[in-house]
């Protein structure tokens, strides 16, 4: 099987948007909700091991704010929460806070130029991407797996085999560019090979079972791609 499409994660592995835009974002959305809550730097970074948003709410509530969490409207106070700091992520993006990594734009562009698929798989919300990623970047994305599209977030491997069913193509035909150990989870879960771009968050997991492991994708070229895949895939009889 030849190589035929790259998936991306987005939080992380596009942009660092984690940091200082999603948790900027939630602490900005509890202040505003009168909530006692502040996410820090170090708190943030054990709680993107919940992939999702309105998930790792869920999780911090339940240990730190057992009264809140045992709200019978819990549900939808969460969800209400969750759309206000969505709101305020897309206003620091429009700020235009937050770059692409170095590499990310020239690679989807040779990947795209050389005739293979581009698609992302990520547990974000579908806005959030739009307004992340140039338009001309985002009319060369087939196929976005997003958000609550699967109920089982990463490290599920749920939206990934989502991303595969959509565009009818087997694991064996596409890598994935993920930047934590639940995403690298999720695509290997989907029988995909992940290179993996780690950030200032995610530098200290344990990453073993990546195809491979970079500081950026800058100088990534399709050459290196076809080397990666067929370095994969010789090994797994998948
Ligand atoms: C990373 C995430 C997301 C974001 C917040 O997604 O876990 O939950 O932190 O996004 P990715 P929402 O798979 O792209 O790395 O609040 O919109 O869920
Ligand atoms: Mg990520």
């Not at 190589?3 to 991306?8: H, M, S």
């Not at 809550?37 to 170090?42: A, G, I, L, M």
């Not at 989502?162 to 035909?173: C, E, H, N």
Request: charged residues 25%; proline residues 6%; hydrophobic residues 45%.
């Amino acid at each position: 099987m030849e190589l035929k499409a790259l998936i991306f994660d987005v939080d992380g592995t596009l942009a660092e948007t984690e940091r200082d835009g999603h948790r900027v974002a939630f602490n900005r959305a509890f202040a505003e909700a009168g909530l006692p809550w502040h996410w820090d730097v170090d708190l943030y970074r054990e709680l993107l091991l919940i992939g999702g948003g309105k998930e790792r709410v869920l999780g911090y509530a339940r240990a730190a704010d057992p009264v809140f969490a045992s709200a019978p409207d819990i549900d939808e106070r969460i969800r209400a929460l969750h759309a206000e700091k969505t709101r305020h992520y897309l206003a620091l993006l429009a700020e235009g806070a937050i770059p692409l990594r170095p590499g990310v734009a020239t690679l989807m562009r040779a990947a795209h130029a050389a005739g293979l698929r581009l698609a992302i798989a990520t547990t974000t919300t579908p806005e959030n991407i739009t307004a992340l990623l140039p338009p001309d970047l985002m009319t060369l994305v087939e196929c976005v797996g997003a958000g609550d599209v699967v109920p089982a977030k990463k490290p599920a491997p749920d939206v990934y085999e989502y991303v595969l069913r959509t565009m009818d193509l087997p694991a064996t035909a596409c890598l994935a560019f993920e930047d934590s150990r639940i995403g690298l989870d999720a695509a290997n879960g989907a029988g995909i090979a992940a290179v993996i771009t780690p950030t200032d968050d995610t530098r200290h997991l344990d990453f073993g079972p990546a195809l491979a492991r970079l500081p950026s994708l800058e100088g990534v070229g399709v050459d290196q791609l076809h080397r990666w895949h067929a370095q994969a895939y010789l090994h797994c009889a998948r």
